[in-house]
């Protein structure tokens, strides 16, 4: 059983028969924001992503290229790190499933499933796509396609199988038991209702090609690349051993976010097959939505692949992130325009936040001689904007608990909005000459709030808070959500402050596009 204060959270592993995209990188992006809030709140994090290296869809791409399909993986596996890197993001670990440790995983885990009288020898005949890597029902087909849209085709091979359809009723009971075991609610319903539709035994092994893990004993059969990749969450945390201190910290693991695409594979098949070999299943499935670009499906045909390295240059990494945890509520399907990226970045982080921490930071320059002001007794508004920021960490964390991401920051940013219209009202620089003590309680209240906001927004946007934190002198021990409110917490009047400079820039169209009809017909 995983310590109480532990944080495990996982991305799906990438396939590397592609580049990294936009998808991709929300996906990472999502984890890094939850396992920074939760290391920031005092919790033990284990963050994992990494990619997913075998079978026939990978074998393709590498002959396509006319590479070994090791020499592929490598050098693609390569990009999804090294955008891990440049995004920043946290990840405790990487794993790739053509890591020997993780191999000898998938082993241990088919011989404790075999052991138990859970896989059988039979064949298979029937419809595969190696696009999804799945195995589909003729009842399943629309128009001879998958129901994703993918071309199938007949398969007819011997066949080692998974007793799924033995674990109909104790998938259904776990659902029961566990009503956010997958979240959000309407992909827990379309779960259920599938699995109360029935369950057939799942083909687990192929013979057709050899890119992956052999079956124990059986090296004709390639144990099926959905298998394969699902025990990637465990070998990362030192399965086989589960008496390990890494898997006894982390297992059962508390999140695996994935895209609503692969949600049968990690709500259906991945518990039924933690079930049968005696291991405990995760704690919760998260599936979000599906990101399209400019209203259109992101597909390399389309050529609007949004490369997030062309994102982060044109943007910023904070921008970026901002736009994709905050444009939609998680777990519903977005689109990305220029303009709604641009939008964003200008609106909240420029002109509501960052102008806010501008404004403060450099009155205090001007009027409090550089260092934290001293506040004066209290007013009701002051205590009125204290209270509201005072109160944010809790409504903060409640949305957090349940990877409301863009909820969470709408709280923050409400609190944003609630200071600016406080500056405005409270009118500070008028005060400078007729009431300083009020000036300076009134600055006090606005830099103890905009500290508040800082640590809060560390998760999401990281780079900007911590420039807002060094303007505000807070050291680095102070940074945790621990320092939030309580004894010690606080601005201490008197500290100096560093000159301020600007957070959050506003993004200026480099050579703007003219609108087409002020452009003049050719003559
Ligand atoms: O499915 N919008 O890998 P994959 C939102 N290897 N998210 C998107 C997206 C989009 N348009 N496109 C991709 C696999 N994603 C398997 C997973 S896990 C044991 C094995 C994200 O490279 C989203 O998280 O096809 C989706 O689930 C994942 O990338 C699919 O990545």
């Given at each position: 059983?995983?310590?109480a204060d ?10 590397v028969?592609d580049v ?6 929300y ?8 396992a920074?809030?939760?290391?920031l ?10 990619t997913d ?20 993986t ?14 920043a ?5 990487f794993?790739?499933?053509?890591e ?10 088919w011989r ?5 009288d859970?896989?059988y020898l039979?064949s298979y ?11 589909y ?5 629309i128009?001879?396609?998958a129901?994703t ?9 011997p066949?080692?199988f998974?007793?799924?359809s033995?674990?109909q ?13 997958i979240?959000?609610a ?12 029935g369950?057939?035994?799942l083909?687990?092994s192929?013979?057709s090609?050899?890119w ?6 059986d ?28 898997f006894r ?8 976010v ?7 594979f ?10 049968a070999?005696?291991?405990?299943p995760?704690r ?17 045909s389309?050529?609007?692949v ?13 921008q ?13 399907d ?8 641009i939008?964003?970045?200008?609106h ?12 403060v ?12 002001p ?14 509201a ?9 409640a949305?957090?608990a ?7 920051l709408?709280l ?22 007729s ?8 600055l ?10 800082a ?29 939030f ?9 008197g ?5 301020p ?13 003219m ?9």
């Amino acid at each position: 059983m995983s310590s109480a204060d532990a944080l495990y959270v996982t991305t799906p592993i990438y396939y590397v028969n592609d580049v990294p995209h936009i998808g991709h990188a929300y996906t990472t992006l999502a984890c890094d924001t939850m396992a920074r809030f939760a290391r920031l709140d005092g919790r033990r994090v284990r963050f994992l992503t990494g990619t997913d290296e075998h079978g026939q869809k990978v074998e393709q791409a590498a002959a396509a290229k006319g590479l070994t399909p090791k020499l592929f993986t490598d050098q693609v596996s390569e990009r999804f790190r090294t955008l891990a890197d440049r995004m920043a993001l946290t990840n405790d670990d990487f794993i790739r499933t053509t890591e020997d440790r993780h191999k000898r995983g998938v082993q241990a885990l088919w011989r404790e499933l075999a052991r138990r009288d859970q896989i059988y020898l039979g064949s298979y005949a029937g419809w595969y796509s190696v696009r999804d890597e799945a195995f589909y029902a003729e009842s399943e087909l629309i128009d001879g396609r998958a129901p994703t849209g993918a071309p199938v085709e007949w398969v007819e091979e011997p066949s080692y199988f998974f007793r799924l359809s033995a674990w109909q009723e104790p998938l259904l009971r776990l659902y029961e038991e566990r009503p956010d075991f997958i979240l959000p609610a309407t992909r827990r319903n379309e779960v259920v209702s599938f699995v109360r539709g029935g369950l057939q035994d799942l083909s687990v092994s192929r013979t057709s090609f050899r890119w992956g893990v052999s079956v124990p004993d059986d090296p004709d059969h390639i144990v099926y690349v959905w298998l394969d990749a699902l025990t990637n969450y465990m070998t990362a945390v030192g399965y086989p051993d589960v008496e390990s201190e890494l898997f006894r910290t982390f297992w059962p693991a508390d999140l695996h976010v994935i895209g609503k695409d692969i949600l049968r594979f990690h709500a259906v098949y991945w518990p039924a097959f933690l079930l049968a070999a005696g291991l405990e299943p995760p704690r919760r499935i998260y599936a979000h939505g599906w990101w399209t670009v400019e209203g259109q499906k992101i597909s390399k045909s389309l050529g609007n692949v949004i490369d997030p390295y062309d994102l982060m240059e044109t943007y910023g990494l904070d921008q970026t992130r901002y736009f994709l945890l905050r444009e939609v509520p998680f777990g519903n399907d977005g689109d990305f325009s220029r303009a709604a990226m641009i939008n964003r970045m200008n609106h909240d982080l420029a002109n509501d936040y960052g102008n806010l921490v501008q404004r403060v930071l450099s009155m205090i320059q001007r009027n409090c001689g550089g260092q934290v002001p001293a506040p004066g007794e209290l007013s009701a508004e002051d205590r009125g904007l204290l209270e509201a920021s005072g109160a944010l960490l809790e409504r903060v964390r409640a949305e957090m608990a349940v990877q409301a991401l863009s909820r969470a920051l709408e709280l923050i940013f409400e609190v944003i909005g609630a200071a600016n219209r406080y500056v405005d009202a409270q009118a500070p620089w008028a005060l400078r000459k007729s009431d300083p003590g009020r000036m300076a309680t009134v600055l006090y209240a606005l830099a103890e709030t905009i500290r508040r906001l800082a640590l809060l927004t560390q998760a999401f946007v990281p780079d900007g808070s911590a420039r807002i934190l060094d303007q505000l002198a807070v050291p680095e021990e102070a940074r945790t959500l621990t320092s939030f409110a309580g004894e010690g917490a606080g601005l201490v009047p008197g500290t100096p402050l560093p000159a301020p400079s600007g957070v959050f820039p506003r993004f200026v169209e480099a050579s703007p596009s003219m609108p087409i009809e002020t452009v003049a017909p050719r003559k």
